[in-house]
């Protein structure tokens, strides 16, 4: 699958998860905002993703989190020196990142800062936790990097790319990449992901990469005259960075990423944010999820 962007049909299911990288979302508004103001305003991209996650609810969304880099840096930054750091990021972009958890908490949105770890990891975890329900229909990340892309399970764990307004079952990642999500990680350690810091091994393009690969597999299965040592020894490292971690213990039970409102103080958050209404909008919402839910009880009595 490799739909347009549309999420409404999704929310008539029994249950859909919504992932969203949070750290990608406030570069994105931050950036496009940059397009249309000559300053930062202090909390504009905290405003655009919270105003993005309001939407999603009142188009249906009942269970969503977000994962974030509470920290730029990672376990990944000891392994490689070249790997991404907060070093060159805008100062203004880099300031609102805390704030951004503190208002998702107060909108009662389930919000996963990471430290050691980064979103990446958070987004794999709770894509791999919340597939193991059998109540989950369909999970759904959103995100267009590369290596969320190994996540992807047939079109039950799919990856939508917001950008292009993609949505990517497994047979869409592989006429991507060439290759199946479960080799992503070897590809990007073959290609090099410029985004993360790694640069691949050198002389070896998309199109080699993912021949080599639907040839021989895993990295670790290529003939040994595939890859010289000193090339062989950075591919297995490379490949350590681009696979995701999913063992953080994120949630127990899928219906903690259930929406059921916010919190008390979470108007006075959205006034100091300077988007008074989001409140309103999200008192909307509550008021339809108690009218719901006396519904339910209604019907449930009969």
């Known amino acids: 699958m490799s739909g347009t962007l549309d999420i409404g049909h999704w929310t008539l299911s029994p249950m859909i998860v919504h992932l969203l990288d949070g750290t990608y979302e406030l570069f994105r508004h931050f950036y496009g905002l940059r397009r249309f103001k000559k300053t930062d305003p202090p909390y504009g991209a905290v405003v655009g993703v919270l105003r993005t996650v309001v939407q ?18 990672s376990f990944r930054n000891e392994l ?14 880099l300031a609102q990142f805390h ?22 990891d958070a987004l794999a975890a709770a894509a791999h936790l919340a597939a193991q329900d059998k109540r989950v229909e369909k999970v ?25 307004g993609q949505i990517r079952d497994a ?19 073959l290609v090099g992901d410029a985004a993360d ?40 490292l490379f490949k350590d960075l681009a696979t995701l971690r999913t063992d953080a213990p994120l949630f ?5 990423l259930r929406w059921k409102g916010a919190m008390k103080g979470f108007q006075q958050v959205a006034e100091k944010i300077g988007e008074a209404r989001l409140a309103t909008r999200v008192l909307e919402l509550e008021k339809q999820l108690q009218a719901n839910g006396s519904k339910e009880n209604q019907s449930s009595s009969t």
Not at 106 to 120: C, F, L, S, T, Y
């Open 56 to 73: 999603m609810i009142e188009e249906g969304t009942t269970h969503v989190g977000v994962a974030t880099d509470h920290v730029i840096e």
């Open 197 to 236: 810091g790694y640069p691949g091994i050198p002389g070896l393009g998309v199109k080699t990469a993912a021949t080599l690969i639907n040839r021989y597999g895993h990295i670790e299965q290529f003939p040994r005259d595939t890859l010289t040592h000193d090339n062989l020894k950075l591919a297995l």
């Open 140 to 164: 759904c990340i959103w995100t267009p990097d590369k290596d969320l892309a190994q996540c992807v399970v047939g079109d039950r764990v799919v990856q939508v790319d917001r950008r292009s």
């Open 252 to 256: 127990v039970d899928v219906e903690e």
């Open 80 to 93: 490689w020196r070249g790997y991404k750091t907060s070093a060159g990021m805008e100062p203004a972009l």
């Open 99 to 120: 704030p951004f958890e503190e208002a998702l908490v107060a909108m009662g949105v389930a919000v996963w800062p990471m430290i050691d770890q980064e979103a990446d």
């Open 171 to 189: 047979t869409a990642i592989r006429a991507k990449y060439g290759v199946a999500p479960e080799w992503i990680p070897d590809y990007l350690a």
